[in-house]
């Protein structure tokens, strides 16, 4: 099958298009002849050598890419739920096997849920990383509710407006941080207030929240550390991207709040009630731009250039 290739950890335009053996599957495994590929920061941070490259090494050549959309090509056995011909959405355990930038991968049966029927396949391929992250911190986490106030960095970002919709929609108050030009769109998504982070200082705009989902952490301003200073006491501090701020635990009991970093479970379950909204019109996806397989040195560059409104997708069919 064709595939994109990472022989060695390096620049992301060291990556190889080229021929790899199609994946076996195990148990209940089922192997999908993937269509489209959702591009996560975590596939370029493996890339170069950081994120889970330590994991995934005894792998290489690895494949990138966690989301994915397809058809089932092998179910796991005769009378499963997921049968051959089955459109299907889901995150292939990238860390453990190879990943969705390929023409086939091997997908737990239990990571998968039927595609909504009101996406195509780049569409679908853009929800499950973004949405389920979003789900775990909005919903899981926060159990976020009516008469409950929701601050979202980022909100425009792949799980940023999945977060921003998630809170909306179970009755929350929300805020988000964004660019100047992404803020009529997180509005669009929902957002009761929306701060242009380049023009004004969060923290000095909005009255005290319940709850922040840190899509951002002190790479960039400070803005964990900051995000302490909206906090009501005794809120809630979620931190989202592994590494962002290394400290925030101790920080955030020191000022008599409560704090988790969030990790994405591949939970099909949830995903199929997220699917369901999207049919619904309750959930929108948000797709920037879809790179053909030839392209994906282009998608990576984009990808690494980060302010992406939604999510960057590869088109593998």
């Known amino acids: 099958m064709r595939a994109v290739l990472v022989r060695a950890f390096g620049p992301t335009d060291q990556v190889e ?3 790899i053996e199609a994946p076996l599957k195990l148990g209940t495994e089922v192997i999908v002849d993937v269509h489209a590929a959702g591009m996560n920061p975590i596939d370029y941070k493996t890339t170069i050598g950081k994120g889970a490259a330590k994991a995934v090494e005894p792998l290489l050549p690895w494949i990138p890419g966690g989301d994915m959309a397809g058809v089932v090509a092998e179910a796991p056995y005769e009378a499963h739920d997921v049968q051959p011909g089955d459109a299907v959405f889901g995150l292939v355990d990238h860390w453990r096997t190879r990943g969705s930038f390929a023409e086939q991968a091997a997908v737990p049966s239990l990571a ?11 569409e679908a391929a853009a929800v499950p990383c973004a949405a389920l992250t979003a789900w775990d911190a909005v919903v899981r986490i926060a159990k976020a509710r009516a008469g409950q106030r929701i601050l979202i960095h980022a909100g425009a970002g792949g ?6 919709q998630f809170a909306k ?14 803020i009529d769109f997180v509005r669009g998504l929902g957002a009761d207030e929306v701060v242009d982070y380049r023009k004004d200082r969060f923290e000095d705009v909005l009255q005290k929240v319940d709850v922040v989902v840190d899509l951002i952490g002190n790479v960039q301003d400070d803005t964990g550390s900051r995000s302490l200073d909206v906090l009501k006491h005794g809120g809630l501090y979620l931190n989202v991207p592994t590494g962002s701020w290394p400290d925030y635990a101790a920080a955030t009991a020191a000022r008599g709040l409560r704090a988790s970093s969030v ?3 591949p939970d099909g379950a949830n995903l199929g009630i997220i699917g369901r909204l999207i049919d619904a019109g309750d959930v929108h996806v948000e797709v920037q731009q879809v790179y053909p397989l030839d ?11 980060g302010h ?9 069919r």
């Open 17 to 19: 298009i080229g021929e």
């Open 112 to 122: 998968l849920a039927p595609k909504p029927e009101s996406l195509s396949f780049e």
């Open 159 to 164: 799980v940023g407006h999945f977060a921003v």
């Open 169 to 182: 929609y179970f009755g929350a108050h929300v805020a988000a941080t964004a660019s100047e030009r992404n």
């Open 263 to 265: 990790k994405v479970e």
């Open 295 to 305: 392209r994906v040195h282009e998608a990576f560059e984009t990808l690494q250039g």
């Open 308 to 316: 992406v409104r939604g999510k960057l997708v590869i088109s593998v």
